[in-house]
C-alpha cells in the first residue's frame, strides 16, 4: 500500500526559485491536506482540499499556492521561495471532510532555502 | 479556538519503565481528540483517537490515552516502554468549529537503554 507519496523528498532552493510539491493518494479519499513542521512548532496547516474541486487557506498560506489537480492529486507550489520556507512540509488526506476522521501522511518533504 | 498544550518538550525514560505524556486541549464542548506518532525521517501515524464513550481509548503498539473532561486532559500512557517507541508523539484536537485537527507542538520521547 503506497498510501500518500510525495515528492520530492529532498530539496535546495535559492532565494526567489519556485518549485512545486507533488502529492497523489490513491486511497480514494476525498480530502487532502498540506502541513509544514517546524522545530518546537508542531504541524502547522497550510492549505487544504475538502473535496475535488475546492481548496481552502490554513494557518499559515502566505507564499503558498495550491492545486487540487484531480482527487488524487494536491500539488503545493512556492512561486518565490524564501529562507522562512525552509521546513518540512507534509501531505495528508482523509476520507471525507468531517469530525474524527483519521488523517493520513506522507513521509514528508524536507526542503531547504538558501 | 481549539487549541491543544504538550507541556512537555522532551521525555526520558528506560526501557521498560512507564510513560504517561500529558495533553491539555481548550475547548467548551467535547472535543475530537487524538495521538499521532512520528518515528525519525516519516510522517504520522495514528495511535488511537476518542469521540465518546469510554474514557480510556486503546490503540496501537500497546498505548492507551484517557479522556478526563474536568482537567481538560487526554493524556497518553505505555505500561512497559520499549527502545523502538523513541519518537515525537503529538496530540490534536478537532472540535464543532473546524473538523480539521489542531496539533501540539509535540514531545519528543527519547529511551534509555
Known amino acids: 500500500n503506497a498510501g500518500v507519496t510525495q515528492t520530492p523528498k529532498f530539496q535546495v532552493l535559492k532565494t526567489g526559485q519556485s518549485m512545486t510539491l507533488q502529492c497523489a493518494q490513491d486511497?480514494?479519499?476525498?480530502?487532502m491536506y498540506w502541513y509544514r513542521q517546524d522545530p518546537g512548532m508542531g504541524l502547522r496547516l497550510i492549505y487544504y482540499?475538502?473535496?475535488?474541486?475546492?481548496?481552502d487557506k490554513g494557518e499559515v498560506p502566505n507564499g503558498y499556492n495550491v492545486s487540487r489537480l484531480n482527487k488524487r492529486e494536491f500539488s503545493l507550489r512556492l512561486e518565490s521561495a524564501a529562507p522562512s520556507q525552509t521546513s518540512v512540509y507534509f501531505c495528508?488526506?482523509?476520507?471525507?471532510?468531517?469530525?474524527?476522521?483519521?488523517?493520513?501522511f506522507g513521509e514528508g518533504s524536507w526542503l531547504t532555502v538558501v | 479556538a481549539q487549541s491543544v498544550t504538550q507541556p512537555d518538550i522532551h521525555i526520558t525514560v528506560s526501557e521498560g519503565a512507564s510513560l504517561e505524556l500529558r495533553c491539555n486541549y481548550s475547548?467548551?464542548?467535547?472535543?475530537?481528540l487524538f495521538w499521532y506518532v512520528q518515528s525519525p525521517g516519516q510522517g504520522l501515524q495514528l495511535l488511537l483517537k476518542?469521540?465518546?464513550?469510554?474514557?480510556l481509548v486503546q490503540g496501537i503498539k500497546g498505548f492507551e490515552a484517557e479522556f478526563k473532561r474536568s482537567q481538560s486532559s487526554f493524556n497518553l500512557r505505555k505500561p512497559s516502554v520499549h527502545w523502538s517507541d523513541a519518537a515525537e508523539y503529538f496530540c490534536?484536537?478537532?472540535?464543532?468549529?473546524?473538523?480539521?485537527?489542531?496539533f501540539g507542538r509535540g514531545t519528543s520521547l527519547i529511551v534509555h537503554p
Open positions: 490534536a484536537v478537532a472540535s464543532g468549529g473546524s473538523y480539521i485537527p489542531t
Open positions: 486511497m480514494n479519499h476525498n480530502s
Open positions: 495528508a488526506s482523509s476520507e471525507v471532510p468531517g469530525l474524527g476522521n483519521t488523517i493520513y
Open positions: 475547548y467548551g464542548a467535547t472535543p475530537y
Open positions: 476518542y469521540f465518546s464513550g469510554d474514557t
Open positions: 482540499s475538502a473535496s475535488e474541486g475546492t481548496t
